[in-house]
């Protein structure tokens, strides 16, 4: 089973509007970390916004907040006011194995993003 | 300061080659990851290093191999190289201990590599 799913290939959201993006995650690990990074087409993996497992509120960066629902796994990431430089790629991505010392990131394929004028 | 940094930018090796990336992780971060991104896939984990030394290693063969330098750079070696290693090499870098909760992860811009 796929660890991090992201079950939107493309998305298609017009300038100023919200748009979500979807993230399902399978672990049996109880300390985990849920991550957002946007991509341009540059490469560069930008980090957006973090989620801890055991935090009580839902994250938020600016335009950027992530929707945890941890009984469904869940980890959407919200861009509000969406801008023309937001269209990218966003991949969201969990840390396990926080207490074993040793952790790494697992990625899910990625969403397309365009945002038209 | 400056972020994760990664060269080369872009390099084209032949099959067989030999390939040395590095990367210089953000000032004061001791932990360094690479990861493989091939196209239209997320990156998946090759390495990761602590206080120099190796903490995790990916599904990959041993033709790949890592280390990290008192300075906390890393190099990523990869020999014999075969078309199916093209892809973005990325490096990530974080402050302390991989198994510490509070580390946000940073990437370089990565390192493409075109094997023909």
């Known amino acids: 089973a796929q660890k991090i799913t992201q079950t939107q290939p493309g998305m298609f959201v017009q300038e100023k509007e919200a748009v979500t993006l979807d993230c399902t995650y399978d672990t049996s690990d109880p300390s985990y970390g849920l991550f957002w990074y946007k991509q341009p087409s540059s490469g560069e993996m930008i980090f957006l916004i973090y989620?801890?497992?055991?935090?009580?509120q839902n994250a938020t960066e600016g335009r950027y907040s992530l929707n945890f629902q941890k009984a469904r796994k869940s980890a959407n990431l919200v861009i509000s006011a969406s801008q023309l430089g937001d269209s990218a790629m966003y991949f969201c991505a969990m840390r396990e194995g926080m207490n074993s010392g040793y952790s790494t990131l697992t990625f899910g394929k990625g969403t397309m993003l365009l945002v038209s004028p | 300061d400056a972020g994760v940094t990664q060269s080369p930018t872009h390099l084209i090796k032949t099959r067989g080659q030999h390939v040395t990336l590095r990367c210089s992780p953000i000032s004061g971060h001791k932990s360094v990851s690479w990861y493989q991104q091939v196209l239209g896939q997320g990156p998946q984990f090759i390495f990761q290093?602590?206080?120099?030394?190796?903490?995790g290693r990916g599904n990959f063969p041993d033709r790949f191999s890592a280390r990290q330098f008192p300075n906390y750079s890393s190099e990523l070696n990869v020999n014999a190289l075969l078309l199916g290693d093209s892809a973005l090499y990325l490096c990530?870098?974080?402050?302390?201990?991989?198994?510490?909760?509070?580390?946000?992860?940073?990437f370089g811009e990565g390192s493409w590599l075109t094997v023909v």
């Open positions: 989620q801890g497992s055991y935090d009580q």
């Open positions: 990530a870098s974080s402050l302390g201990s991989p198994g510490y909760s509070g580390n946000t992860i940073y």
């Open positions: 290093y602590y206080e120099k030394e190796e903490r």
